[in-house]
């Protein structure tokens, strides 16, 4: 059996770059809040500094920066740490990029609880929220390397505004080189008939783990990677529904406005079934080693498994 890699997606967002660029993406640049080490937009800098900006530590002025780019035809990727790419410059990139729905794609790295030892000032689990909002913004979580470097050039090619985000903790690499990521489509990871347990991020490898460890349960759950936060397919998740009658959400990321919220919405209207949010419920984090936080927040394995046979009793 192959060893199986973990790789942290911001270096799988920093790698996409320099082979889109290596692809031909000549209209590529990157802008970066100096973080570029952090970001890993480094990657591309070393490749090509010419095409690399460092807007200094002024993420609104970058997300203006962005737009005017993009106005002259260029694709920008505006790189940040999610708590300053969705809250700092929450008001630019409604303003100045969603509002003249201008091609800008913003790189938000160290999302969610899992910044770890930086606690909960840098610790962002409103960011799905606050874009999600933003009428005609894509929203995208992808779970692993391969899923990430295939978002970010899905990104490029889509003509909008795009926001990613990414992680900062090493994750398992779970997909394999015949997978094709799309905008706005999910993936059915495991067939079940039981329950229906969707995830994006980091939480689709604990997903899975769970799913495997249900299954000594008796439990058959069906497991779901929506990368693809807005648009949501929302014909998976109903079609998943009405098969097992029952939902679990997980994401790393307040059970409000996120992953959750778009899952519930979607079948209050078209098919309600009992649903299970499991996420941040409505706290700060605080500084602590990422593995340790996830447990402590109950974004683990073992808490899927604990909420999942409760919910089927």
Known sequence: ????????????????????????????IVLDADLSAATKTGIFKKAYPERHINCGIAEANMMCTAAGFA????????????????????????????YPHLNVK???????????????????????????????????CPADDV???????????????????????????????????????GEVIREGKDV????????VAEAIEAGKALSQQGIDAEIINIATIKPLDTE???????????????????????????????LS????VPVKRIGVNDEFGHSGPAKELLKQFGLSAENIVKVTADFLK
């Open 269 to 272: 209207e078209n098919c309600p």
């Open 147 to 185: 899923e990430a470097k295939q978002a970010v050039k899905a990104a490029y090619k889509y003509e909008g505004p795009v926001y990613l985000r990414f992680g900062r903790l090493a994750v398992p690499v779970f997909h394999d080189d015949s997978y094709k990521f799309e905008i706005g489509k």
């Open 236 to 266: 998976l998740v109903i079609a998943s529904a009405k098969k097992t009658g029952k939902v679990i959400t997980v994401e790393e990321h307040s059970v409000i406005g996120g992953l959750g919220e778009a899952v519930c919405a979607c």
């Open 71 to 98: 106005t002259m035809g260029l694709v920008p990727f505006a790189s940040s740490f999610a708590m300053f790419a969705a809250g700092r410059a929450f008001e630019q990139v409604r303003n100045s990029i969603g």
């Open 196 to 203: 229906t347990i969707i995830a994006n991020g980091l939480m």
């Open 106 to 140: 913003i790189g938000a790295t160290h999302a969610g609880i899992s910044v770890g030892e930086d606690g909960a000032s840098h610790q962002c689990c409103e960011d799905f929220a606050l874009m999600r909002s933003i009428p005609g913004m894509v929203v995208i």
């Open 1 to 28: 059996m192959a060893e199986i890699k973990n790789i942290a997606t911001r270096e799988s967002y920093g790698n996409a770059l320099k082979e889109l660029a290596a692809e031909g993406a000549d209209n590529l």
